[in-house]
Structure formats: C-alpha cells, structure tokens
C-alpha cells in the first residue's frame, strides 16, 4: 500500500503505521488504529491522505459533529446513510435491526448488541468483493450506541480485509474509551520540522517572522499554516494565547473579512452543525445568502464541501463562525433553519433549533422538544432524552410542569449512568412543585442514585421521610369535594407504601435491620398495603440463614404484588431486578440468570445504562455459580465499564469480586492493592480503585486462591478476618472456612487457636446446613454434606464428631452433585476432597475415579491450581496422569482439550452418557467429539482406545 506524494513534515512513522493497517487489511488480516492529538495537530490530514492512498479499497467515511453527540445512532446514520440497498445483503434481522436503528425503518427500540453484531456483519459483507476502510473523523464526537457498534467490530477484525481508522481529539473534547485497540499518538512537531514546513509553505516571510510563527505555534501544524496566511495579510492576533486560542482568533479574522452573504452562509452552516448541503442553502436563502457565497467560504479555506457534505475545515473554524456573530444573527439563523426542516423525520433538529431561537419560556417550543425526547427514548438514547427534557424544563412557563420535565430529565440521566447529574436535575424539580406527585418522583430517583454508590442510608432517609409526610398531605384544591378528597388519601397510600418499602429495602441492603423494622413498623401502623411484605423483610434481616430464606422466598412468591406492572420502565426493571437479586442468594442461580438476563436485554433495548451495571452484575454472579466462566467474565467485564463510567460503587464492587473469584480460580490473582485477570488472550485486566472489590469480596477470593494452591493454613489466616454479618455471608464462608480448618497443618504452639475456628466452623457450617436442607436444591446440600464430612474428618479428639462417618458424607455428596446440571466447581470440589480422603485411606483404586474427575472438572473450567492440585493427588496415589508410556502423550497431542477429556474418559470404559454427566455435555455432544477423535487415533472403537495408553 503506497500513499499517494507530497510529504507531512515529521510524520513518517505515523504514515508508515498507516500505511501497514490498510496493507494488512488487503491481505485479509484487519485492524483498527485510533488517531489522537490535539485540535490542529493533523488527524484530519493523516486520514484524507489514508482515504487517497486506498488503492481500490471501498470507503466508509464519515465526519462526527457535536450537536449529533447524543442522538442515537446518528454516527451510524452518517456513515451508513448511502448504503440502504447493500442491507439487502444480511439476513433479514439484521437488516431490520440497523434500519430501525437509523432511522430508515419505523422506529422502535432495538437491542443495542444486535446493532453491534448487525454492523460487523454489514462490514463483512462489504469487504467480500474487495477490501474495505471505515475511516471516522471527529470520533470523540461519536453518540455512544454508534461508537459502541464501531469499537465491537474493530476489536473482531483480524480475519476481516477491513481497515478501521479512528480518528479523535485529546483535550476539550469527550473522551473515546477504545480499550485493546492501537493508538497513534500525533505529538508537536520538532523545531527542525516546524521550520521545514514553514518553509514549504510561508518561505515569502522574512525570517524574523517565521521564528515568531514557531513560537508562537509551539510545533502544531495548523496553527504553523494559519498564523502564516495570517502575518502575510497583516494580522497578528493571537499571540501569547494558547494554541487553541490562537487559532480561533485567525478563523475568526478571516470570517470578518468576508462579505456580509458570505458570513451568513458560514453562520448558517456552523448553526446546523451536520453536513445537511440541502438544508444549510436553503435556509441560507432565507437570510439572503445563495451558492454563490458557498464557493467563497470554500476559497477563504472556511468551508468544503467533499461527498455531497458541506463541512468545516476545522471545528475551531465553525467555533468562531457562531461566537463572532450577534445574537439576533444567531436567532436568524436558527428559525431558519427550523423554518426549512419540515420533514417529520427531522423533528428533533427541528425542535433543537426552535429552543436555540427562543428568547423565553415557550410552551409550544417545549412541547416539541418534549417530543423529540420521546423520539429519542424510542431509539434507545437516555442521555439525549435527558438532554432534551432539561432544555425543555428552562422553556416550560408553568413550574409543576417545569418539575415535571425536569424529573423526566433526572430519571433519564439515572438510567443514561450519570448519577452527578441526575442527582443535580432532581433537586431542581424539587424546588418547583411540591405535589405528591412530584415528591414521589424526586424520592424514588434520589433514592435510586444512592442506592447505586452505597448511601443506604440516605436513600432510606429519603424515601421514609417522604413517605411519612404524603400520608399525611391533602393535594386537593377543593377541600368541600369528598370524593376527590378520598381518592387523593388512597393515591397517597399507595405511593407511602410503595415508598416505605423501597426505604426498607434499602435498609436491608446497608445491613441495618434496625431501619427494616422502623419502616415495617410505620407501613403497619398507617395500614398501608406494603406492611406485611415489609414484615417479611425484617424476618429476612433479622432471621437465622434459613429462616432469612425462607422469608425471603416469600418475597419472590408475593413479588407481582409487590412490583405491579407499572409506566416507569426503568422503575419496572429494577423491580425485576430486586426479584433476581432474592433469587441469587437463595441460591436458585438457574432463576437468578434467567431474570437478570431478561433484564439485561431490555435495558440494552431502551439503553437504560442506569439499571444495566446492577442487572450485569447479578447475571455475572449467577453465571460464576453456575459455572459458566467465560460467561461470567464477560459480563463481569461490560458491567464494570458501565458501573466505574456512571459512579456506581455497589455494582462495580460486586462485579469486580467475580473478575478476583475467576481470576483466584485461574491462579492469576495477587494479594495486591489490585486485582488481576487474565484472559483467554493472555492480556491482564487491572481493577481501577472506582471498581475495585470490597474488602470481603477480595479476602474470599485470595482464601479461594490460597486453596487451589493447598496453602491452607493462609487461607485459614485470611478467613478468621472475614465478618459473617448475614445468611449470605454464612453460604460463602462456610465451604471455604471447613476446608481450610480440616487441611490446615497447625503446630503444638498454635492448637488453641486452630480448635478456636475449627469451633468457629462448625458453627457456621451447621447453620449452612440448616439452610441447605430447607432450600431443597442439590447443590446446597452435596455442599453442606462435604463442609460436614471435612469436619468430620479432622475433628478435635475430646469432640464426638469423629463418630461421623466423613466417607458416608463425601458419597452422598458426590452422588446429589451427579444428579444437578449446574455449580460444577463446587462438584470438583467435593470430588476432590472425596479423593484426598479415600487416598489417606488407602484406597487408591476408588480414589483416582474421583480424582480424574476433579481434574478434568477444574481443567475445563480453567482453574488451573484446583487442576493441577487434582492431579498431585493422582500422581500420590500411585498412578501417573497418563498410563501407557509414551504414546499417549504423542497421540492425545494430536486431539482438542475437549477430545483429550472424551477420549480419556471413554479409554477407562465409561459411556457416552456417564461422559456427559461428568463433563456436563449431551450424550449426543460426547458421540460427535468421539467421531471426530477417532480418525486422529487411528482407530474406530472404544476397544481399540484402550490400547493406546490414552486412559486416565
């Protein structure tokens, strides 16, 4: 791939990195680079150099603007507008899905992972016939569905002939999050190249004034060029001015110079802010401006207009073009353009533009702007509903309605993730209507927002008070009027109630049953319908583990009472996320998934990224339960983004203890300030401090770390320090705390003190056995029976527990953890406890079946440490991992890990269904990898497997 001549004075690493993405993209090898830098520095140049050199290539290209920063999809809209007939390439779905999504289809809410995977699927397509570049300019000014769309294909393009270039500012700009993709950082230039191009291209100035340019330019290419042009016209604005300043002043010079038409048209155009030809021109005419000033803004290198698309030269150039002009020009242009926008589809521009002309409160032009919040809430943009509804509240002349509009914006940025200015919106309502209403609204949303950074008790505060106050309030103007009267009391009721007990549930949450009771007690002494769910709560706060559960499955059973269907979406969601939430620590992790979910995928439907972190993090931790890792990570993964983005403490905690529990399984965790997981890519993740794992959360993680690797006497260390404040709190310590306390290796000097946790122990393991045999699911109770058969095994001597029969508690253990199709870590688990014991037994033979189960348990998931601890066992016990000398290895290297595991399964003569029970796969799965080993063996029976050394 070769560029096309004329040089780029001290850029020839960044042209020849260029140059390598698109000649990988040619080969079918593709890739993404972001270009960064300073306004001026030469991102711009870099890409229309990349768009000239393409060689054949097909081009998307597209140039972001701010005033479509929040309007969803509008990057996408751009860069995908002439491409309706190729939609016809994908498969219906998907190309209904990006029709809806900008705007050539009805518009309705679209999941935003099926846009994601639409449009890497769109790319695909269009690279068939030759390869393609996807180059975005300004993409710091992307809408967040587009830029999420364009960064999901760029990190998936390595076996794609598709280039992506990026390209965005570094400061005075929103930030482009690109995490795992290249960078190409555009720094100043030298003083050696700012001098070479200063004499390519102002070599008619005398050198006294050329050395002032570089001064004054400090090494940025454009401000070299424009500072030229202007000293060579007389002007000297701008020194001692930042950069960025000074580059504002030239443009702003050079747009006084023109025509008065001329500074119209650049007015009218910098007023649109999109790349609208049609539009610009014929509000223009309306203002007394015609084409013919048009192609004198594009020669005073103001305007260009490439690709049916009129834009600017440089942002900074349309910055100066609104902030030279009057106020009454800036009105003039605006209502202009309203006047011109008369398509529906382009009601939201309409609507902007009537609000930047107003002049006052303006009911009409709030009312549209109102629409046009709705329009965006359909196509899944909470930020720029939010947007909408605050400019609309400043236009509103009634001031409930104005309350009204402004908790409409609160509860949008909530659930757009931007608690700090929800949370600013929100206590604006509440100074301009004191309706019950109102008050509602307000306390649920600043409940909501504390709820997510941990101020529980703020948000109890907030909802008990205002519940207790709207009991007693009369909203009714017309005190004579009874009925209304009465049908206020009950409307405030059931608001009260509602309220008080969310307020108890967020005391429940901050661990204060205290709070749980004050709000029970004050629902049942106003009557209120709330009061016996609450009552239920306290017994969940204040009960033994399993009496909490079985008052918190109450709850899940009275859920659709307590979570009516309602109109506030995102309220709603967080109603199924509490059922979810009581569903996960019942330890019904199949429920919990399925909800959270449910969740998950209407959030990302109506772009409710408010509720997304917390609804991740429940599904994230349900998916480790149940054993579904990669799963796990990757929601673990998204979800953090979200929370550390949006200021959600809670969620950002629980999330990043899954990524330190995946990583302790995996053996990459570190007892250090951070947490670290590595990978299927081999790359590290280090938690940031916004997202980093509770103190509990980390010390469970680094027990299940010291575990794997058989440091038990650390792991016992590091639990005696965690608290057991709840029956969740007993469920989690509980298996680690009995195995620690029966493998620890304590010395004569310390047997107090082992005795004192073994004690601890078997407090904790019997209230975990209660629970387990209540909740009547398999997994609970194989767990419990192992935490019990631990004990038993390592009871002190004055103790009856060595009565027990450990053996008889291992066996049934492992036979309930048989019979589930989930939790496999906690079955490898048992299995290999079980081995250990029966090898210290000497029963070596019964020992290695559930030691190679263990093993192969552990290895499918990844825990490396449990694996290799499982196969030290097997090594102990007289047998090696592969019997049969050194064909075995030879052959097995040949086959998948997956076949690997069938095969040595299937040479101890187990069958295909015995296979699928131990590997959680379908008899069907295990017969397929079985066809496809055999050819690689040379063999085609199970007979002949025996005779290769392949067995266990």
Known sequence: MSFSEGQLFGRAQHLAAVADTLSDAGRGAGGALVVKGEAGIGKTTLLR????????????????????????????????????????DLVPDQADILRCAVGRADVRPVDRHSVNLAVLALLTALSTERPLLVAVDDAHWLDRPSADALLFSARRLDTLPVAMLLAARDGHAPALPAPGLPELRLDRLSGPDSDALLAAHANDLPPHLRR??????????????????????????????????TLRATFADRIAALAQSTRTMVLVAAADGTCDTATVLAAAEQLGAGVGDLTAAEKAELLMFTHNCIGFRHPL????????ASLPERIAAHRALAAVLTNPEHAHRRAWHLAAAATGPDETVASELERSAEQARARGGYAAVATAYERAAQLTPSLCARARRLSAASRAAADAGQ?????DLIRQAESFCATTAARVRAAMIHAMIADDQNRFSESYGVLRRTALDIVGSDTSDNSDNSGANDHSNVANGDSASHLLFWAAHSAWL????????????????????????????????????????????????????????????PLELRGQLAVATWHLLLGDHSAAQDLALAVVRE???????????PALAVLARAELALGLHERAASSAEEGLRYAEESGQSQAAAQLA???????????????????????????????????????????HALALLDLGHGRHDAAL??????????????RRLAPQLAEAVARAQHTDQDTAWWRQQWSRARDVVAAHAEWARRSGLRWAVAVALRNEALLAERAPNDTDEDATDAGALFARAVELHRHDDGHPFERARTELNYGEWLRRKRRTTEARTHLRAASMIFESLGASPWAERARAELRASGEGIARGGAAGPDLAARLTPQEQRIVTLAADGLSNRDIGERLFLSPRTVGYHLYKAYPKLGVSSRRELARLGLAG
């Open 49 to 88: 150099r990349a768009l000239d050199s393409t060689d054949g290539m097909a081009v998307l290209r597209a140039s972001c603007v701010e005033p479509e920063s929040t309007l969803p999809f509008a990057g996408l809209h751009l860069l995908l507008r002439r491409l309706e007939a190729r939609l016809d």
């Open 212 to 245: 002032q340019i570089a001064e004054e330019a400090r090494g940025n290419p454009l401000a070299l060029l424009e500072l030229s042009a202007a000293h060579r016209n007389g002007v000297t604005t701008g020194a001692g001015l930042p950069v960025e300043g």
């Open 317 to 324: 150039a349309r910055a100066a073009a609104y902030a030279t």
């Open 419 to 423: 608690p700090d200015r929800a949370l």
């Open 510 to 569: 901050g661990g204060e049953a205290a709070k749980v009771k004050q709000a029970a007690d004050d629902a049942t002494r106003l009557g209120l319908p709330a009061a016996p769910h609450a009552r239920t709560l306290v017994r969940v706060a204040v009960g033994s583990p399993a009496q909490s559960a079985e008052a918190l499955r109450e709850l899940v059973e009275q859920s659709a009472s307590i979570f009516p269907p309602c109109d506030d979406r």
């Open 603 to 613: 959030c990302r439907t109506e772009a409710a990224e408010g509720v997304l972190a």
């Open 657 to 699: 203890g899954v990524l330190d529990h995946l990583a302790a399984m995996r053996g990459g965790l570190t007892s250090g300030d951070s947490a670290k997981d590595t990978t299927d890519t081999g790359s590290t993740r280090t938690v940031t401090a916004a997202g980093r794992a509770s103190f509990t959360e980390q010390s």
């Open 717 to 730: 260390q590091r639990l005696h320090a965690i608290p057991c404040a709840d029956g969740f709190d007993m």
